[in-house]
């Protein structure tokens, strides 16, 4: 079943709310001295060109987190071709805007599980029961799981999975051996011949290597403008694989 989420019903709030709240802040500050001159008048047009630079960030990353990064999503979940029987795991789910766009395309037998630690900081309103009042919105809670589990120790036996997603969330754990854990679980609960795509704005070439240690073969490819976090120097890559049947 091959269903892309065009209107959305659930609301998915915005990654990493502080980040874009300094764009706008840091923004309407340098416009003071854009538009009035003072105390320089002479680098008035320093003040200009910054004061765009972080208007133009701040709507860079909106766009990405309340639009572009669905529209990219429903584009790698169509390449995945997803029959709608497969159990899919989504590691840091948040509010679900990748695991409700994957449980639209199961049917019977498909079941969409997502794991988070719902972090508000990671994400604004970020709550089991807004993820869960989504799935109800979305109209497939039927097919939801959600469990509050760290995804550098998932809570499932290995191979219970078909496919494991992840979206900006691996970036989040601090340390290079737990994200390395991160990975290393994803591919431990996928069942021989399942896939993997994890996106993400940082360490898309460590999650690879990672991946080519655990005898799989990565590919990585850039998502483009819609997945831009406030610029192109914030760019989200797509890791995809198959464990080895
Ligand atoms: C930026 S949000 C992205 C949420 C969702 N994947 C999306 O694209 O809208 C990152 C998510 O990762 C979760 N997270 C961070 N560290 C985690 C961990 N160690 N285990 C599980 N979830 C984690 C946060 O709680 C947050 O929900």
Avoid at 26 to 41: C, D, I, K, Q
Wanted: charged share 20%; hydrophobic share 45%.
């Amino acid at each position: 079943m091959i269903e892309t989420m065009v209107v959305r019903h659930g609301e998915y709030g915005i990654d990493a709310p502080a980040v874009p709240a300094t764009f706008v802040g840091l923004g309407a500050a340098a416009l003071v001295p854009a538009v009035t001159g003072y105390p320089v008048r002479a680098l008035r047009p320093l003040w200009v060109a910054l004061a765009a630079l972080l208007g133009g960030s701040a709507a860079s990353y909106l766009y990405a987190t309340r639009s572009g990064k669905f529209a990219a999503w429903a584009d790698v979940l169509d390449e995945l071709g997803l029959r709608g029987d497969e159990r899919v795991l989504d590691m840091g789910c948040g509010r679900g805007a990748v695991l409700l766009a994957a449980a639209r395309r199961l049917g019977d037998g498909g079941q969409a599980v997502g794991v988070d630690l719902w972090r508000s900081v990671d994400q604004s309103g970020n709550a089991e029961a807004t993820t869960l009042a989504n799935a109800r919105a979305e109209g497939v809670a039927d097919r939801v799981e959600l469990r509050t589990a760290d995804m550098t120790d998932l809570p499932f036996p290995d191979g219970s999975f078909d496919l494991v997603l992840s979206s900006l969330a691996i970036h989040n754990i601090p340390t290079p051996e737990g994200r390395a854990a991160a990975i290393s679980e994803a591919v431990r609960v996928l069942r021989p011949g399942g896939r993997l795509a994890v996106a993400d704005i940082q360490h898309t070439s460590a999650y690879a290597e990672r991946l080519r240690g655990l005898g799989l073969e990565p590919q990585v490819r850039d998502l483009g403008p819609r997945f831009w976090f406030g610029g192109p120097w914030v760019r989200t890559s797509l890791v995809t694989a198959t464990r080895p049947g």
